[in-house]
């Protein structure tokens, strides 16, 4: 029967068809915030549509749903969330888990702008906020007080790739009665196992490798537990952290060849660290696979892999602006913050706090993409070059 109401309704209430059954490889890109109910009883806004079935697209549609199933499946998680960010799903895990009185721990390695967080927002809202070495392991103990509920770990940690003994402080966290919780960004998900090691909660910045292009920003939070899962849902809810489903479906592709990608970035790397550890401009390589990064035998024993990021520290003869020289000499190399993607990328830091290691100025931190291993390293010896110039 032809559709007889007006071109302006038919804009919109079409009977225009098209055939089924497109069996493509890619997942479809599921946009949509309304989502139709058959029966006005079946109406709800609930959050947890694994379980009842959609409701709203703040809270996934197939194509964010997909990725947080398939990211939850190699984390062997319970359930995951999808964030708009690495930070969005740092964020979402302070403010489901933590309140006003309670106590949190993190290591000294921290993130940076999870550190920035805790000490802008949650102290803001009354949430007591300190730091432990992230050598500690089991002596952590002696940083707790009755109301710590949440311990935070990273590893190996941001810039310094300290590793930490992640059994030993989740255990101790339990004992206390805290959660404890992972940063797996470095890992990609991949090469811990966190949930066996007795982690509660882990987080990706799903911008680095599993995205894997430098195009995009999500993060994910992956839960042990139905309990767990129960208090991050309600707090992803209200804030209403969606992330686009465009970006779900780049991730998406970016997964197919993630296995690739962090091979040839690991041996990349690798092989970078191993040069640099013989020139004699370095005082060390803080790289998880090489017995002078801290905690090297715990990545041994806990880890199936390593991955492109790693730093690399000046022997102290070498000052600040021959440092920058370095960098700015490299030329495959750009200077940018993230990584994860194809492209080689450096950014120095400096460590002036008396509570982090004594590297100062001298710290680099390198990246290596997709690029020939001869190359990148011919970039960084004439690199050098300039460092020694004086
Ligand atoms: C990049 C990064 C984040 C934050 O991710 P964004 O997607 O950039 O917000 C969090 N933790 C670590 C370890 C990271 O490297």
Not at 231 to 241: D, S
Request: glycine content about 8%; some cysteine.
């Amino acid at each position: 029967m032809a559709n007889k109401k007006d071109w302006k309704t038919k804009l919109i209430h079409s009977d225009a068809t098209v055939p089924e059954g497109f069996h493509a490889l890619a997942t479809p890109v599921y946009r949509g915030s309304t989502v139709v109910f058959e029966h006005a009883a079946q109406a709800s806004d609930r959050w947890n549509q694994l379980e009842i079935g959609y409701t709203y697209g703040l809270y996934g549609t197939p194509t964010t749903l997909e990725l947080a199933a398939k990211i939850c499946e190699l984390e062997k998680g319970f359930r995951t969330f999808i964030t708009p960010g690495g930070q969005a799903a740092i964020s979402l895990i302070h403010l489901a888990l933590l309140k006003a009185g309670d106590h949190v721990l993190l290591p000294e390695s921290i993130y940076g702008p999870n550190r920035m967080f805790s000490n802008g927002v949650l102290r803001r809202f009354g949430v007591e906020v300190s730091y432990y070495p992230p050598g500690a392991g089991a002596g952590i103990r002696s940083e707790f007080k009755p109301n710590t509920r949440l311990v935070w770990c990273e590893s190996p940690g941001s810039i310094t790739m300290e590793v930490q003994d992640l059994p030993a402080i989740a255990q101790a966290a339990h004992e206390q009665g805290a959660l404890a919780v992972l940063d797996n960004t470095w890992a990609a998900g991949i090469y811990l196992d966190a949930f066996a090691l007795g982690m509660d909660v882990t987080m990706q910045a799903l911008t680095k490798y599993v995205g894997g292009h430098s195009d995009l920003l999500l993060g994910s939070v992956t839960v042990r537990d139905e309990k767990i899962y129960e208090r991050l849902g309600e707090t992803h809810q209200v804030l209403g952290c969606a992330a686009s489903p465009d970006d779900c479906s780049l991730a998406l592709r970016g997964l197919k060849t993630m296995a690739v990608r962090l091979k040839a970035a690991e041996q990349n790397a690798l092989a970078l660290a191993q040069w640099l550890s013989a020139r004699p401009e370095v005082e060390t390589v803080l790289h998880p696979a090489l017995p002078s990064c801290p905690g090297h035998e715990l990545w041994k024993r806990d880890f199936t892999g390593s991955s492109g990021l790693f730093s690399v520290v000046f022997k102290p003869r070498y000052g600040k602006e021959q440092v920058l020289a370095f960098i700015d000499a490299l030329r495959l190399f750009k200077i940018g913050y993230s990584w994860g993607g194809v492209t080689s990328l450096v950014m120095t830091y400096d460590l002036q706090s008396p509570k982090r290691p004594a590297y100062g100025s001298r710290l680099v931190r390198l990246y290596t993409g997709l690029e020939a291993i001869e190359d990148l390293l011919a970039d960084v010896e004439q690199a050098l070059a300039r460092l020694t110039a004086d």
